[in-house]
């Protein structure tokens, strides 16, 4: 036994969300421009703010808001809802602060709640079922990220 009585033979693996839909992200960027919060955990704030040459105050006084619940703080959106890190380009949707892109992001469509996303998702139906983090079940199988 192992110290706080769990065996050695027990082992803790991560979590593994897998979602019946299949989905590929194909750049649409309609994710992007959904109104509703896109939630900011803690150590999301320092990349995201060294990406744009920032330090952390000015990040949060200046792109972020508390959300509604007061329990956290959310990226600040356009007039229409959409992302402030959004660009158009002629091979799709660019999202600005990709290297640091927040969790909930990446982990699209996994816990976002937008009834009838799939109708305006054009990567909804498309390729493997997916996971947290923004990998597919049948790429993280094979030892790969989606």
Known sequence: MESGGVPESIRVLPLCVVMNADFECRRCGNCCRWPGYVRLESDEIAPIAGLLGVDEAEFIAEQTRLTGDRRGLSL??????????????????ICRIQA??????????????????????????????VEADGGSAASTANGKKG
């Open 76 to 93: 600040l959106e356009n007039a229409d809802g959409s992302c402030p890190f959004l660009s158009a380009a002629a091979e799709g949707a």
């Open 100 to 129: 640091a892109k927040p969790r909930q992001c990446r982990n699209f469509p996994l816990g976002w709640n937008f009834p009838g996303w799939e109708a305006e998702c054009a990567g909804a139906g498309k390729g493997n079922a």
